[in-house]
């Protein structure tokens, strides 16, 4: 399996200034869980502050526009956001989907434009609780996923994939360990399937929704779970900390 577990935590569209203070303490915090690997994605805003207060976590945008520098008021490209610190990028979350309309034609491009220019990727995937209960599931998140990987030369150190059931996103449910399992393992073969089981080993799979400090043991003891995704419980660092602290102990276990 590849390396040290992951926790990532997303901000989404929360945090000021004032939020700097819990990036200090959740870098000076992971200095001491080495072992595990801890990233953050706050908003654009923030990207460059958070990256000059970190010492060891890792810095990432939530999103980012596919195309070149350009008339497109509003927006911002991966270019910029690694200018501005960013080691890795979050695209296709459901609520970019959802929110925004993205397709997976639009989350290919941004791909291409994160690559291009060195970024890092936090691929996300997730089905709706109707796709869950007509029994499609899994058809669906890899039909989300399979285009998207031919993208990836070489995906290791490229790419993570986030598997978030859109109806265990900040609603407190999360799914069952075997439901975990089942679809981890379903993203496994599909990788191994697409890179062959050697590249395949370099890509971790993280889990997201409604991760807490009190779930993360069990989560992360999941086969084939490679991580966090945490959106409510990254923006304080005592709970966000909580799950790295349980990650850790995954690995001495
Ligand atoms: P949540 O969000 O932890 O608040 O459920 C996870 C995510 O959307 O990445």
Redesign the pocket.
Known sequence: MAERPYI?G?W?MFGTRAMLSEARAIDRAAQRYMKVEVAVAPPYTLIHAVHKEAEQIGVGAQDCHPGEEGPHTGDINAAMVADAGAKFV?LG???RRQDHGETGDLINAKIESAIEAGLRVIL?CGESLETRDAGQAEDFVLGQLRPALEKFEDPADRLTI?Y?PIW?????RTATPLDIEAMHKAIRNLLDEVYGAERSADVRILY?????PDNAREILTTPEVGG???????LSAETFLGIVVAASETEDA
């Open positions: 990532v997303n989404k979050i979350h459901s609520e996300c986030a978030e265990a996103i900040g609603t407190g997201g929704g409604s991760v807490k966090a995704l945490v959106g409510g419980a990254s």
